[in-house]
């Protein structure tokens, strides 16, 4: 709901109250407010806190009997109906204003977890790490559900700045957890391994072992498509990638220019090794001054219009220009939702690098 249309639900039970000892003056005595003033403490339940609510009871109840009062000459059975009814609704909706403030406190609860538990597996990366500019972010298919199994990590490392973008098959918990075991791998064979293969191996070890703990499917089948990035240590200007079924970086010239970065070997996800081997191997391509590397899930490219077609991230970036990694990723995720016409179906994780202009 826009704020706009916030404040005016909140003074949705005072019209009302107002709205109904107006409506019983002029209209004939066969007429009664009870209907309004029974639905101004409903409305007010989940608005408002529980003092307001019991203001807004009171409020109602006082006005009923008020109007009772008035109308004096009414059948006395009737205008007993009335009061009641309307007595009998506003303790109702004390009831549910306690019922929905208890279900607040949970969900802020459950909030509060989720976002320490995002903190702690995907925390914000620096703005600048060895001279780049680097923005990240996380968007929930659920509003409730802060990290789910997309993920992402960057760190300056002594082969050069090393990224990880991925998603992990499945939901809830287990697809956090086997997240957080690929960003723990990952950090720790980014700074040991001399090569994008050598970590890609690394991964593949730590998914096997994981795999290994779990019951059901999970056993055999859980996966991680995922794509690594290298901007090396030795100056040139240049990112090397390797993609294991993943959605293909995109590079993005201060030009307007844009190249997708498609593996030359496609590869199958991480985990899938006892399905088929293949040697791993990166690609390089040329990263000029200024350009911004973009690396995203497939909640990005899966998003659907009222039409069914997907979102095209080329087609909707190419001959536009940002002024950072920020920028790029703030753009993405609005236009993501205006083609969608809304929430994503699916979780989103991005994360954005640029050289600088003097690199």
Same mark, same amino acid.
């Given at each position: 709901? *826009? ?30 407010? #009870? ?7 409903? @409305? ?15 409020? !109602? ?24 009814? @309307? ?16 279900? &607040? ?9 989720? $976002?320490?538990?995002?903190? %702690?597996? /995907? =925390? ?8 780049? *500019?680097? %923005?990240?972010?996380?968007?929930? #298919? ?24 991925? &998603? ?9 957890? #086997? ?14 391994? %001399? ?31 995922? @794509?690594? !990035? $290298? ?15 993943? =959605? ?42 200024? #350009?911004?590397?973009? /690396? ?40 993501? !939702? ?22």
């Amino acid at each position: 709901m *826009s704020p706009l249309g916030r404040r005016l639900a909140r003074w949705l039970p005072a019209a009302l109250i107002v709205g109904g000892v107006v409506f019983d003056f002029v209209t004939p005595p066969q007429y009664t407010a #009870a209907p309004f003033l029974s639905a101004a403490p409903l @409305v007010a339940a989940p608005l408002y806190t529980l003092r307001a609510t019991a203001v807004t009871v009171v409020a !109602a109840v006082l006005s009923e009997i008020w109007v009772v009062t008035y109308h004096g000459e009414k059948d006395y059975y009737e205008s007993v109906t009335e009061a009641v009814t @309307v007595v009998v609704v506003a303790l109702l909706a004390l009831g549910i204003n306690r019922v929905v403030r208890l279900s &607040d406190a949970r969900l802020a609860s459950v909030r509060d977890v989720s $976002e320490a538990a995002q903190r %702690a597996v /995907l =925390p914000a990366p620096p703005e600048q790490l060895a001279g780049f *500019s680097v %923005a990240a972010r996380y968007v929930g #298919a659920r509003a409730d559900a802060r990290i789910g199994g997309d993920l992402y990590a960057v760190q300056d490392t002594p082969y050069g700045v090393r990224m990880i973008v991925g &998603d992990v098959r499945g939901k809830g918990l287990e697809a956090v957890e #086997a997240a957080a075991v690929v960003i723990g791998a990952f950090r720790e064979a980014a700074e040991q391994e %001399a090569t994008l293969e050598a970590v890609a191996g690394r991964l593949e070890r730590a998914l096997k072992r994981e795999g290994g703990r779990r019951d059901g499917p999970d056993r055999h089948e859980g996966f991680t498509t995922a @794509v690594l !990035a $290298e901007i090396p240590a030795d100056d040139r200007a240049v990112v090397r990638v390797l993609n294991r079924g993943h =959605p293909a970086p995109l590079l993005l010239t201060p030009d307007g220019g844009l190249r997708e970065l498609m593996p030359t070997s496609p590869a199958l996800p991480l985990g899938l090794s006892d399905v088929a081997g293949w040697p791993d191997r990166s690609d390089e391509t040329f990263f000029p001054a200024g #350009a911004l590397l973009l /690396l995203f899930t497939d909640g990005v490219t899966e998003a659907r219009d009222l039409l069914g077609r997907f979102y095209d991230p080329c087609c909707r970036l190419r001959g536009r220009h940002f002024a950072g990694p920020d920028d790029l990723l703030e753009l993405v995720l609005e236009d993501v !939702a205006r083609h969608a016409g809304g929430a994503p179906a699916d979780d989103m994780a991005l994360l954005a690098v640029q050289r600088p202009l003097g690199g």
